[in-house]
Every structure is written in structure tokens, then in C-alpha cells.
């Protein structure tokens, strides 16, 4: 902050705020205390005609006037012709507000925090505040949040007549104060009156943004139904608990993807988790694989929180560790999973099973004389023979040995983590297809156990397993069939899919392959994107969210589809417009482009010369230069791209329009 002999402050949204997101939500509360006064029926309805009828009530105060500004009183002068009963016998409507405002106003602690260094500096401290409260009523209010002291000067529109916005405020400060315009520095969150009207006069200016609606804040203000004030009345209250939590907490990058995008998901789809589990009469949920790591820390802390009677336990395991325990044969029906793998080389298949390349190296070429350890199994004819290689006799005996050892030890794994014990359990996860889910419910049933499996996902697409294969599954969202209409909100159809998962995947350690007889989990040995530090910083500030705003994202859970709609709108919102300063935190993430996790890549790849000039060659040239390359998430290459490589891209593009529209039409 510049120094100078005298500082200043905007009053509202400034100083003080509301726990409301905008002013004309005080309207609204109004309007409901009038209704249910005058005994109407529909009292949401009358509360949105009543903040219409405050807000033309001011307009018109302000036409009769002769002056800048008018007063509160005036106001509801105007107001009363416009209700359609007047008003109740004995209600003052000026007091009803100004009640209100009192009970809503809270202080702004970094603003406080401000003044109270000014102060100890020996800077005189004036509030300057174009409202139509009286200078009393505002002097009252700074002085209940500890920010008035006697001394200090105040002015106001509405006792001086004049505004900030026109300047003539300002002008009146400095005429009365008796000082140069270069010795005042006034700061205020309102662009035209705050800052370029005091910078006209020469007066130094400082514009305060904090109490603005701010990313998840500002996504619901933008998004909300029409009708709906229950999102406005969240974003109020997450604007309210940020503010007092503001300089309590270091937020760094992690901390700005927690607050866009993460909190608002994790919380509310625990939140949909939690409700169907108590609906179920479930009483311990096992969240699978890395996809719901955070999600169940963050899970733990709701429930801690709330004193739920639900034991949340993560369980370390994914396809690829259970797909080998569970197996019944060793056909192509029975192990479809084989085949997905990228680059399907003999040692990267019999991987999967267990089986090393050199312990039937020599039973392979017996069939395939001329075979090359790094040749993929590219044609069908390749497959056949892999299959029919896995019937004979030596090979058969081995993938049966392994098979009995895998299941034993996975046994001992999901007894020891409480899975087969007589307690009403589901499992959590991303979705999509049941996969996972059906591969524990055959793994029970190969063990002997009575399990009834259930679980609760984010989405379920079509072509997804049956409840007959694998058990019960509730989705917040279902994919459409393709002949049908799909809402707007069904995420599931969309192409983010993969990014979804990456984006919840955060997780401390690499994916699951298995587990060993003394009950460890083997790990791939991958890296995971993070280092203990940086997932330290997702979780720590994930539990400082759920903290400051998980009661308040409550309101926001309606009916699945309400609930899913929102999710929908947040996702595909984020990933068209991502924020650069979430996409920083997101450097460091690697991805796999397989289930196999035998590629990673980054998540997000910024677009890079050679192929730049790659679009400018010729065919014949392009085709040997750089190939190019598919990139996951587009928007956030392009945002992530020097400026100079997107203007050249920008470039590029033009010239190639032009040169399509400037041809002869044949």
C-alpha cells in the first residue's frame, strides 16, 4: 500500500460485507418476512416481485430527487404505491431493513487488518460510502466490527448528497479534510466509483477485488436457475466463510484447484454417497483404487464431522490386481481383459500373468521359430496362436499355479481390510462399467464367501455389466440410450471422461498390480504425478474446505438429477475455461493413455514448434516431419502455450481460411 498522510475506505463490500452474495438478496429475505406478514400464499413468488418493486422503488427516489443521492426513507416512500396491499398495520418497513442489514453485516478481515496497520503508521482513517444509510446507522455498524474510532471522518452520499461515482464526494473529502488530492489514497471494490473517479481528481487509488464472488462463488452465480435461490444463497455463504478464513490458510496452487473445482465435487458427491448409504442402510463403505483417494479423505472428514455412524475405509485394489485371482479359465472369453493392453508384446501379456518371457521362451518358439521378443500380437492370426499356446499342458499348469497363489493372497488381503466380514457394505468409485465390482463379486463367490456386493458411483454408461453379474449399483448419473434425448447434465456421453478420472485420481502411491502372502500391496512402480509434498497440499487443503464450506454446499443437494446437473455444469465449465493459476497445479500431473499403465504422458502437453510448422508444410513434407500429437485436454494445452506460439497458430489458421474462401467454386 502506497503511504500517504491520509488513507480511506470504501463501506460496503469493502469494509463490510453481507452474507448474502449480492445486495438485492436482502431484498428477497424482505420480501419473505412481508409475505408471510401479509399472509401470501406463494411467498418465494412474492419475494422475486418484491426485489423488482425495491430495486424500480430506488430508481424512481432517484428521478424525483434534486439531488446525487437520495435516503432510505425516500425510498420506501416510493415503494408503497407499488405493493399490492400496502402495508401491515404498524410495520415499519425502513426499520424492518435496516434491522436486517444490521443482522446480515459482517466485518472483512483483511480490510480490518489494513486499517489497523494505517492506523499504527499514523495515517488518518475516513470511510467514504455511496449508500442511502445514514451516517449514523454506518458509523454504528463500523464501530460493532471494531473499525470506527473517534476521530476518524465519515462521509456519506446520502447525509452529503453528493457520490463517489460523479466525483463531487471526493471533491467535498478533500475541500473538508484540507488536503491535495496526491495525499489521499482511497481504496473501494467498485471499478467506477473506487477507482476511476478518485483517479480523475489525481486522488491515488487502490481496487479491492476480495470480496468479489470468486470460483466455485462465481460459477454459481452465473449457473443458477432461473427461480432458484438456493445456489445464490450458498455462493453467499461460501463467499462469507472464505473471507473469514481469509490469512488463515495458505492457498498456492493446490489451493486454487481445491476451491474451483475439487471441494465443490469431492463434498458434493460425498454428500450424494453418504445419502445413499444411509438409505440403504449401509454402514461401511470401501472406497476402491487410487480414483477415490481423495475422495475418501475427504469422505472421513464429512463423516467425522457430522457424527455419522458410517465406517469409511479405503481399500487398495484395482482391476488389474483381481483380474488374475478371479479368473476360471485361460480363453478369450474368460480374459478379455488381455487383449487391451497398448503395445501387446509376449513379455508385456504373459506379464499379466504372471509368467516371465524366459520360463516358455522356449515352448513359444517351438511355435513360432522366427518370433521377436519385442513383435506385438498385432493380427488375428497372432491371437489365435497366443491362445492356443496358453492350452498346452506346461503352460496351463503354471497360469493355474499362479491363479491359486494370486487368489490365496488376495483372500488374505480383503480379509485382513474387513471386506468379508457380516457388515452392510458398499464400494465406492468413479464408475464406469462395473468392471471392478463384478470382478470382486466373482473373486467372493470363487472363495466361498457370502457377500452381497453393492456400490455407488459417479456415472454408469450403457454396456455397463448387469446387477446379475455384479451386484446392486446406484449412479448419480446414467448414461441415455442412444435413441433417447440425453439431458444436458449427462457428462457421461461427453469426451471428459478420461479427464475426469485424472482429475479425481489424485492419489500418494502408483496403481495396485497385486498382492503378496504376508499382506502387502504390490505396487506397478510408476510414478504417481505428485511427490508426498504436493498430494500433503491437495489433502491439507481439501480438509480446510470441507471445513470452512461442506455445511454449506448441504443446501445445494436436491434430487439426483438437481445434484447432477450442478456436477455437470461445474465439470464441463472447468475443462473449456480452465484458470491458469488451477492449470499450474496440474503441471506436474503424468497420465496413462492405458488401463495397463505401460505409457504415461503429462496431462497437459503445451503445443510445441516442430508441429506448429508442421501445419504449414506442404502433404508431401508434412508427412515426414513430426508427427503430431494427440493431445488429452485441448483447452488446457492451448492456455498452457506461449504467446508466441499462439499467435503463430492464430496466424496459421487465418491464412488457411483464407485461402479456402478465396477459391473458385467449381
Request: proline residues 5%; aromatic residues 10%; contains cysteine.
Given at each position: ?44 413468488g ?15 427516489a432517484?428521478?424525483?430527487s ?87 471522518g465519515?462521509?456519506?452520499s ?9 466525483g ?43 470480496t ?67 438409505k440403504?442402510g ?8 487410487r ?24 481399500l ?14 485361460c ?36 511355435r ?6 519385442q513383435?506385438l ?45 457380516q ?15 463384478m ?31 455384479a ?139 516442430p508441429?506448429i ?12 516431419w ?41
Open positions: 500500500m502506497k503511504q500517504t498522510s491520509c488513507v480511506s475506505f470504501d463501506v460496503f463490500d469493502t469494509c463490510l460485507i453481507r452474507k448474502v452474495v449480492a445486495p438485492s438478496e436482502v431484498f428477497r429475505l424482505l420480501g419473505r418476512q412481508l409475505a408471510i406478514l401479509l399472509g401470501e400464499r406463494d411467498v418465494e412474492f419475494a422475486n416481485d418484491f426485489i423488482a418493486w425495491r430495486l424500480e422503488a430506488y430508481n424512481r432517484i428521478q424525483r434534486t439531488h446525487e443521492e437520495v435516503r432510505l426513507e425516500e425510498v420506501w416512500t416510493a415503494l408503497r404505491p407499488m405493493l399490492p396491499t400496502g402495508l401491515p398495520s404498524g410495520w415499519d418497513g425502513t426499520a424492518a431493513e435496516l434491522e436486517l442489514e444490521s443482522m446480515l453485516l459482517g466485518v472483512v478481515p483483511e480490510i480490518q487488518k489494513r486499517i489497523a496497520q494505517c492506523r499504527a503508521h499514523g495515517q488518518r482513517i475516513l470511510f467514504i460510502s455511496d449508500t442511502y444509510f445514514s451516517g449514523e446507522f454506518i458509523r454504528r455498524k463500523l464501530a460493532a466490527h471494531d473499525l470506527w474510532q473517534t476521530g476518524d465519515l462521509y456519506v446520502s447525509d452529503m448528497r453528493l457520490t463517489k461515482r460523479t463531487r464526494l471526493f471533491k467535498h473529502v478533500l475541500e473538508t479534510e484540507k488536503i491535495n488530492a496526491e495525499n489521499l489514497l482511497h481504496t473501494g471494490d467498485n471499478p467506477a466509483a473506487d477507482y476511476d473517479a478518485p483517479r480523475r481528481l489525481g486522488i491515488n487509488a487502490e481496487l479491492y477485488s476480495g468479489q464472488p470468486q470460483g466455485f462463488e462465481q460459477f454459481l452465480m452465473k449457473n443458477r436457475p432461473p427461480g432458484d435461490c438456493a445456489w445464490s444463497d450458498a455462493a453467499g455463504q461460501l463467499r462469507w466463510n472464505r473471507l473469514k478464513a481469509e490469512g488463515n490458510s495458505s492457498r498456492g496452487a493446490a489451493g486454487v484447484l481445491v476451491d474451483e473445482i475439487l471441494g465443490p465435487l469431492l463434498c458434493l458427491w460425498t454428500g450424494w454417497i453418504l445419502q445413499q448409504a444411509q440403504d449401509v454402514q461401511r463403505l470401501f472406497f476402491v483404487a480414483d477415490t483417494r481423495l475422495l475418501w479423505s475427504v469422505a472421513c472428514r464429512i463423516v467425522k464431522r457430522r457424527g455419522l455412524p458410517v465406517d469409511c475405509r479405503y487398495y485394489t484395482s482391476r488389474q490386481a483381481i483380474f488374475l485371482p478371479s479368473m476360471e479359465g480363453t478369450p472369453e474368460q480374459m478379455p481383459w488381455l487383449s487391451t493392453i497398448a503395445a501387446p508384446t509376449l513379455p508385456a501379456v504373459l506379464g499379466k500373468l504372471d509368467l516371465a518371457y524366459a520360463d516358455v521362451k522356449s515352448h513359444w518358439l517351438a513360432k521359430p522366427h518370433w521377436d521378443e513383435q500380437l498385432s493380427t488375428k492370426s497372432d491371437w489365435q496362436e497366443f491362445w492356443g499356446f496358453l492350452q498346452t499342458p506346461v503352460v496351463r499348469e503354471k497360469i493355474a499355479s499362479n491363479i491359486q497363489r494370486r487368489r490365496q493372497d488376495a483372500c488374505d488381503f480383503f480379509s485382513r481390510a474387513g471386506f468379508f466380514d457388515c452392510p457394505s458398499a464400494l465406492v468409485d468413479v464408475g464406469w462399467h462395473l468392471t471392478t465390482q470382478e470382486l463379486s466373482r473373486l467372493c463367490q470363487l472363495l466361498g464367501k457370502d457377500v452381497i456386493l453393492r456400490g455407488y458411483y459417479l456415472g454408469l454408461r450403457q454396456g455397463r455389466y448387469g446387477f446379475g453379474e451386484g446392486i449399483a446406484r449412479a448419480l448419473c446414467w448414461q441415455q440410450p442412444h435413441d433417447q434425448l440425453s439431458p444436458a447434465y449427462s457428462f457421461c456421453e461427453t469426451n471428459r471422461i478420461s479427464l475426469v478420472e485424472h482429475l479425481v485420481g489424485i492419489a500418494d502411491h502408483p496403481s495396485v498390480t497385486g498382492y503378496r502372502a504376508n499382506g502387502e500391496v504390490e505396487y506397478n512402480g510408476g510414478r504417481t504425478g505428485l511427490t508426498p509434498a504436493l498430494f500433503g497440499d491437495f489433502e491439507t487443503a481439501l480438509h480446510e474446505y470441507v471445513d470452512r464450506h461442506a455445511d454449506d454446499l448441504a443446501g445445494l443437494a436436491g434430487t439426483d438429477a438437481a445434484t447432477c446437473e450442478l456436477l455437470s455444469k461445474l465439470l464441463n465449465t472447468f475443462f473449456a475455461e480452465p484458470s491458469t493459476e488451477c492449470l499450474s497445479a496440474l503441471l506436474q500431473f503424468s497420465v496413462y493413455d492405458d488401463q495397463n499403465n505401460l505409457e504415461s504422458r503429462k496431462l497437459i502437453e503445451p503445443y510445441q514448434w508441429e510448422v508442421r501445419t504449414c508444410l506442404p502433404s508431401r513434407l508434412a508427412r515426414h513430426h508427427e503430431p500429437q494427440w493431445r488429452l485436454w485441448p483447452e488446457a494445452s492451448w492456455k498452457m502455450t506461449g504467446v508466441a506460439k499462439r499467435l503463430a497458430i492464430r496466424c496459421i489458421r487465418m491464412a488457411k481460411q483464407a485461402r479456402l474462401v478465396s477459391r473458385p467454386v467449381n
